[in-house]
């Protein structure tokens, strides 16, 4: 069984629009940590946020911001006015123990 | 820190060659993972080491994959006899506190023809 589930494969947004993307988990454990990780067309991952089981708050960071809700097992990502510059594969991650799973991505194309 | 370094970024190979790749982490890292990412799919985990000792390994990694990380420092993913199906991206990624994440490599492109 998938450990997380990116269900929106590709998003196409214009530039200056809301676009939020979902990530579902799937645990055991009481102590996991999430992550989101953008990776670019030049191919390398980066990191973005990270959260722990036991912090739901929303964070926001500029014009990003994180939606944690242990409730729905959900970790959404949400990009406000959207740019050009976001459009790149993001994954959501989960990480048990040393072990770290990702999803299979989804495409944000932010056109002008 | 110079993060993390993988080596060779693009590796061309006719089927049944023999690759290596390398991987140096960044240097207080003690936790490395191999992933492997194909086209439209994300990471998947291949083995990880904590220092030298290899704690883990994929059911993906058959007999044919072999990882070995000396002295804790770099890490070397052999692939023998390749295959058409091996075609990938290969990642590195290092740890030093597991609740930080992981730091990619900017990966190392296996196509075999």
């Known amino acids: 069984a998938q450990k997380v589930t990116q269900a929106q494969t590709e998003i196409s947004v214009v530039e200056k629009e809301d676009v939020t993307l979902d990530c579902v988990y799937e645990t055991r454990d009481t102590t996991y940590y999430l992550f989101w990780y953008k990776q670019p067309p030049s191919g390398e991952l980066v990191f973005l946020i990270r959260r722990n089981s036991f912090d739901e708050q929303n964070e926001i960071s500029g014009r990003y911001s994180w939606n944690f809700q242990k409730s729905t097992s959900s970790f959404n990502f949400t990009i406000t006015a959207s740019q050009v510059v976001d459009s790149a594969v993001y994954f959501c991650?989960?990480?048990?123990?040393?072990?770290?799973?990702f999803g299979s991505g989804t495409k944000l194309n932010v056109k002008p | 820190d110079t993060g993390v370094s993988q080596d060779p970024r693009h590796k061309i190979t006719k089927r049944g060659q023999n690759v290596t790749f390398r991987c140096d982490p960044i240097s207080e890292h003690n936790r490395l993972y191999w992933y492997r990412q194909t086209l439209g799919q994300g990471p998947e985990f291949l083995t990880y080491?904590?220092?030298?000792?290899?704690?883990?390994k994929s059911r993906l990694l058959s007999d044919r994959f072999s990882a070995e990380r000396p002295k804790g420092s770099f890490s070397t993913l052999e692939i023998q006899r390749t295959e058409q199906g091996d075609s990938a991206m290969y990642l590195c990624?290092?740890?030093?506190?597991?609740?930080?994440?992981?730091?990619f490599g900017a990966g190392s492109r296996l196509t075999v023809l």
């Open positions: 991650a989960l990480s048990e123990a040393y072990e770290f799973y």
């Open positions: 990624a290092s740890s030093l506190y597991l609740d930080r994440g992981l730091t």
């Open positions: 080491f904590q220092n030298e000792a290899q704690l883990e």
